[in-house]
Nanobody, 115 residues
């Protein structure tokens, strides 16, 4: 059993940075996929970043070069570092952890980019 808690969102000005955290309780298997999704009002939910347990990463075109996904294996915390934020990045961001036999979601954290 794994529980995820998303945190780190807030209000930031355009061009600023935020680091989102996804803290997992319990043990995470050696085989996993970590996704960060976002959903903005009036827009469809999209995957912005993905990390495979083998180390491969994926980024949506809209965030390439600005966002970085990572995992601290010792602390069981997944991160989404967001730099050069734009108003269009405003959304609720959700961590999703896919294990061989289950999928877990964080509760989401609001990111608002506005001047």
């Amino acid at each position: 059993q794994v529980q995820l808690v998303d945190s780190g969102g807030g209000l930031v000005q355009p061009g600023g940075s935020l680091r989102l955290s996804c803290t997992a309780s319990g043990s995470i298997s050696s085989t996993f996929v970590v996704d960060w999704y976002r959903q903005a009002p009036g827009k469809q939910r999209e995957v912005v970043a993905r990390l495979h347990s083998g180390g491969n990463t994926f980024y949506a075109d809209a965030v390439k070069g600005r966002f970085t996904i990572s995992k601290d294996n010792a602390k069981n915390v997944m991160y989404l570092q967001m730099n050069s934020l734009k108003p269009d990045d405003t959304a609720v961001y959700y961590c999703n952890l896919i294990l061989p036999d289950a999928r877990y979601w964080g509760q989401g954290t609001q990111v608002t980019v506005s001047s």
